[in-house]
């Protein structure tokens, strides 16, 4: 998105600093109150109209696309000197004019506007016959550089306002296609290896009816039933931890879940508020090993311990015996890859003993500004 288009953006947002700075326009009238009864009626009139005409360019200004504010600050200028031959008050509109220029143009532009700004306010102090016109160039002049000043700060505060709202979508678009490659990979994870042992022990069973070895293929078939009952109860359960990713819950259901396998499991969890992004992956990787222990390891002893520093997440899972029957291909390469893209690490031992050791960082730096 262009400077111009989200500046433009950030103007229409914020009518404050369309309406706000118009009270102090009030000082126009000044002289003509002051003098009221010296002056004649044409002149009032004629002081007035020129002060609605410089109101509607104001806010015609402050409400237009950049590129096309040109006319009407032309126009204000025009108003301005013009009006300065019926009152000294256009010091004050000078101001407000100089403030158009330091907002609204850019780097180039704004110093050619505040110079023809400079040129209308010399013009009209001398040409208009105003009484004392080295107070009325003055105060033009000391008005017109401090709103011009004011004017293009507030160009700049505006702009990077808008570049960070603007970078605060693009990383919360960057987080959701995050999230759907996230459920994408966890999905091939739970679903490939099981749709493809379905696939082979069913075309087996096939093989084996067709050559009449009725009992092997009725096992064949037997262990299709059951690969596809244990796929149904882990798609059940990833949809489960897609709904509620808060790690306490995921713990309290994972502890419930190896008691129902008998296990006897020591927790140890010191978590405070984490990240959704550091969450969901360890929520994950502490469902991913629970449920190799469950599946494959003898021993029904686990321990369990997730502790949060101020920098990382230590996650700790180990099985004192046995577990030959761990592989890296049951779900563990998966960790180690969630661990890694968040910057983290995941060290796995298996054989003798399973031990997990993961360590997510809480901030990682392709999420930070």
């Not at 009518?15 to 002289?31: A, I, K, M, R």
């Not at 005409?53 to 096309?68: H, Q, S």
């Amino acid at each position: 998105m262009s400077l111009n288009k989200l500046l433009d953006k950030y103007i229409k947002t914020k009518s404050f600093w369309n309406w706000g700075p118009l009270l102090f326009t009030g000082f126009y009238l000044l002289p003509t109150i002051f003098n009221f009864s010296q002056l004649s009626t044409l002149n009032i009139t004629v002081t007035l109209l020129f002060y609605i005409a410089f109101i509607v360019l104001y806010i015609f200004a402050v409400n237009k696309k950049l590129g096309n504010v040109t006319p009407l600050f032309s126009g204000m200028v025009l108003v301005c000197v013009s009006a300065s031959f019926f009152t000294p008050g256009t010091s004050t509109l000078f101001g407000f004019t100089a403030y158009i220029a330091g907002f609204s143009f850019t780097k180039f532009a704004k110093w050619i506007a505040i110079g023809c700004v400079f040129l209308c306010v010399l013009l009209s102090a001398y040409l208009a016959d105003v009484n004392n016109p080295e107070y009325f160039l003055a105060g033009s002049l000391i008005l017109s550089i401090a709103l011009f000043s004011f004017g293009a700060a507030a160009r700049k505060e505006h702009i990077h306002k808008m570049r960070e709202h603007e970078s605060a979508q693009q990383l919360e678009q960057l987080a959701a296609i995050a999230e759907r490659e996230r459920i994408a990979r966890d999905l091939h994870d739970i679903l490939g290896h099981s749709l493809s042992s379905i696939a082979l022990k069913s075309e087996l069973a096939s093989k084996l009816n067709h050559a009449e070895r009725y009992a092997q293929a009725n096992t064949e078939i037997d262990q299709v039933a059951e690969l596809a009952r244990q796929l149904l109860s882990d798609v059940r359960n990833a949809v489960s931890d897609l709904k509620q990713l808060n790690i306490h819950s995921q713990l309290n259901a994972l502890h419930q879940r190896l008691l129902e396998h008998g296990f006897d499991v020591i927790f140890k969890v010191d978590v405070d508020k984490l990240p959704a992004s550091v969450e969901g992956v360890a929520n994950l990787i502490i469902k991913e090993a629970v449920t190799n222990l469950m599946r494959h390891c003898v021993s029904k002893q686990c321990e369990i311990d997730v502790e949060q520093t101020s920098e990382q997440l230590n996650i700790l899972i180990t099985n004192p015996d046995a577990c030959d029957k761990i592989a890296m291909g049951n779900g563990l390469n998966g960790i180690k890859e969630r661990a890694e893209q968040l910057g983290g690490s995941a060290h796995i031992q298996i054989g003798q003993s399973f031990k997990l050791n993961v360590s997510l960082p809480l901030y990682p730096n392709h999420l930070k500004m």
